[in-house]
């Protein structure tokens, strides 16, 4: 389904088909991430990928109105057996792990992990990894009060909304 849905999303005209089989990928991706043993990382991925990361990629799209008449030639004709050579080194790479990483003696020989359960994760996140954690929150909060910053700077913000006045007028 991964793989359809991929090429859907690659072959489609329209961009908001494109963006709906994107949806696919990442629902199937999270179907796979099921199978691997971990619930949590499948979760995150419809959550935040299919969820919140689509919603806005898909007003983005309706907000640049793009129409489907916009019929351009296609350009680059080099670039497609460019493309299938690089699909083939893909495919002869894929097949190369599957068949000769497999046997290899160094591959562990357990098969239940935790890497992806909630539990590992969590305390991953808040023993080893907690000052990782808490800079990147502070690289996030400075970069929310930057964008405002430079939007109230720019005029990208109305007065309206700067000074919390609604609809009255300024008498200067």
Same mark, same amino acid.
């Given at each position: 389904?991964?793989?359809?849905?991929? %090429?859907?999303?690659?072959?489609?005209?329209?961009? +908001?088909?494109?963006?709906?089989?994107?949806?696919?990928? &990442?629902?199937? +991706?999270?179907?796979?991430?099921?199978?691997?043993?971990?619930? &949590?990382?499948?979760?995150?991925?419809?959550?935040?990928?299919?969820?919140?990361?689509?919603?806005?990629?898909?007003?983005?799209?309706?907000?640049?109105?793009?129409?489907?008449?916009?019929?351009?030639?296609?350009?680059?004709?080099?670039?497609?057996?460019?493309?299938?050579?690089? @699909?083939?080194?893909?495919? @002869?790479?894929?097949?190369?792990?599957? &068949?000769?990483?497999?046997?290899?003696?160094?591959?562990?020989?357990?098969?239940?992990?935790?890497?992806?359960?909630?539990?590992?994760?969590?305390?991953?996140? &808040?023993?080893?990894?907690?000052?990782?954690?808490?800079?990147?929150? %502070?690289? +996030? +909060?400075?970069?929310?009060?930057?964008?405002?910053?430079?939007?109230?700077?720019?005029?990208? %913000?109305?007065?309206?909304?700067?000074?919390?006045?609604?609809?009255?007028?300024?008498?200067?």
């Amino acid at each position: 389904m991964a793989i359809g849905c991929a %090429i859907s999303m690659v072959a489609q005209r329209n961009p +908001l088909y494109s963006a709906i089989s994107l949806i696919g990928v &990442f629902i199937s +991706l999270a179907c796979l991430y099921v199978t691997l043993s971990a619930p &949590f990382i499948a979760a995150v991925q419809v959550i935040v990928y299919a969820g919140a990361i689509m919603v806005l990629v898909v007003f983005v799209i309706m907000l640049l109105n793009i129409d489907q008449a916009e019929c351009q030639p296609r350009r680059l004709r080099s670039l497609v057996p460019i493309a299938v050579g690089l @699909a083939a080194v893909l495919f @002869a790479e894929a097949a190369f792990m599957i &068949f000769f990483v497999q046997a290899s003696a160094a591959t562990p020989a357990h098969t239940v992990s935790d890497v992806g359960l909630t539990s590992s994760i969590g305390t991953g996140l &808040f023993t080893s990894y907690l000052l990782p954690f808490e800079i990147t929150s %502070i690289l +996030l +909060l400075m970069a929310i009060v930057g964008a405002m910053s430079l939007a109230r700077r720019g005029g990208l %913000i109305p007065p309206q909304a700067q000074g919390g006045e609604t609809g009255t007028s300024n008498p200067e």
